[in-house]
C-alpha cells in the first residue's frame, strides 16, 4: 500500500494526472487552495450588500466565519437561490459569533485578535441596519465549547434587540479526508468510506440543541451524514461520487449543492419562502 501511494503522488506531482481513470483523476485534481477560493468568494462579494426594496425574494443576512460561507454557496448551488436575495457579514472563527453586553476579547481563542476586532462582532450602525432589514438572519460558526456556552444568552439579546428572525446553524466535522488513501481504495469500496464524527463535534450540537429553541436551530452534520446503523459517521462521498468536504470541514461544490438541497425542506427555512 505503502508503495502505490508514493507511486501515485509521484504521478501528481510530475503532472502525470491524466494517466489516472478518471474517477482517480477527479480525486488527484482536488486543490485545497482552489477549494478554499471557492468557499469564500460568493460570500466576500455579498459583504454589507444590500437589500432591493424591489426584490420581492426574502430578504436574508448570513453572519460568521468560514462555514457561513458554505450555507451561502449551498444557497447558490439550490433552488433557494430563486427565492433569496442575500447580504452578508464576516465574524471570523474564534472571535465569537456572539452579541453580548460585555467584552468577549478576553475569551476569543482566534490567533488574530486585529481580525475579529476589525470584523466587529454585531457592533456597527451598518450590521445592525441589515439585521433590521431582514426578513431572516442565519447564524454559523465553527462553535467551541466557550462561544457554545454563550450563544443562548447571545440569541434572547438578538431576539429582543431585533425580533425573533434568527436561525442558528451547528458546526460540523467529517473527518480526516485523505486524498490518497481514497485513491487506493478501489470502487466501489471507495464510495461506501464513512468516516467517525468526533465525538467534540457531537458534543457541541447537542449542546446548541439543548440551549436553543429547535425550532429555530439547524443541525447541518445530521443534515449532511444522518445516521446509519445507529453510528455516529458521515460518507465521504456525495451519491454522485463527489467528494462532500475537501478538508473534513468545508463543503465542496458537490457538497453544497447537496447541503443546499436539504435546506430546502428545513421548516423554519421552507416557511419563509
Known amino acids: 500500500m505503502a508503495v502505490l501511494l508514493v507511486g501515485l503522488s509521484a504521478h501528481v506531482l510530475n503532472g502525470f494526472i491524466d494517466r489516472l481513470n478518471p474517477d482517480d483523476r477527479y480525486l ?4 485545497p487552495s482552489e477549494q478554499g477560493v471557492y468557499v469564500r468568494t460568493r460570500f466576500d462579494a455579498l459583504h454589507h450588500a444590500s437589500f432591493s426594496g424591489q426584490d420581492k425574494r426574502i430578504k436574508l443576512l ?3 466565519d468560514s462555514y457561513a460561507k458554505d450555507l451561502i454557496n449551498a444557497i447558490y448551488e439550490s433552488p433557494l437561490a430563486n427565492n433569496i436575495q442575500a447580504s452578508t457579514h464576516q465574524i471570523s472563527a474564534g ?3 456572539l452579541f453580548l453586553t460585555r467584552s468577549i476579547e478576553a475569551l476569543a481563542t482566534s490567533s488574530y485578535p ?3 476586532r476589525q470584523d466587529g462582532w454585531y457592533d456597527s450602525p451598518a450590521v445592525q441596519d441589515l439585521i433590521r432589514k431582514s426578513d431572516q438572519v442565519w447564524v454559523a460558526s465553527a462553535w467551541q465549547a466557550w ?4 450563544l443562548p444568552e447571545s440569541v434572547a439579546n438578538l431576539n429582543r434587540e431585533f425580533g425573533n428572525k434568527f436561525v442558528i446553524f451547528g458546526t460540523k466535522d467529517f473527518g480526516t479526508i485523505n486524498i490518497k488513501k481514497l485513491i487506493a481504495t478501489p470502487a466501489p469500496q471507495r464510495y461506501q468510506t464513512r468516516n467517525h464524527i468526533p465525538e467534540n463535534n457531537r458534543l457541541i450540537n447537542r449542546q446548541l440543541a439543548q440551549g436553543l429553541d429547535t425550532t429555530h436551530f439547524v443541525n447541518v452534520s445530521d443534515l449532511l451524514c444522518g445516521v446509519s446503523g445507529g453510528r455516529d459517521e458521515c460518507p465521504v462521498f456525495t451519491p454522485n461520487g463527489r467528494l462532500l468536504s475537501y478538508d473534513g470541514g468545508h463543503l465542496t461544490v458537490d ?3 447537496v447541503l443546499g438541497s436539504k435546506l430546502v425542506d428545513v421548516p423554519v427555512i421552507k416557511n419563509a419562502l
Open 95 to 97: 472571535c465569537g459569533n
Open 114 to 116: 486585529v481580525l475579529c
Open 255 to 257: 457538497g453544497a449543492r
Open 62 to 64: 448570513v453572519i460568521g
Open 28 to 31: 488527484a485534481s482536488i486543490s
Open 147 to 150: 462561544d457554545s456556552a454563550l
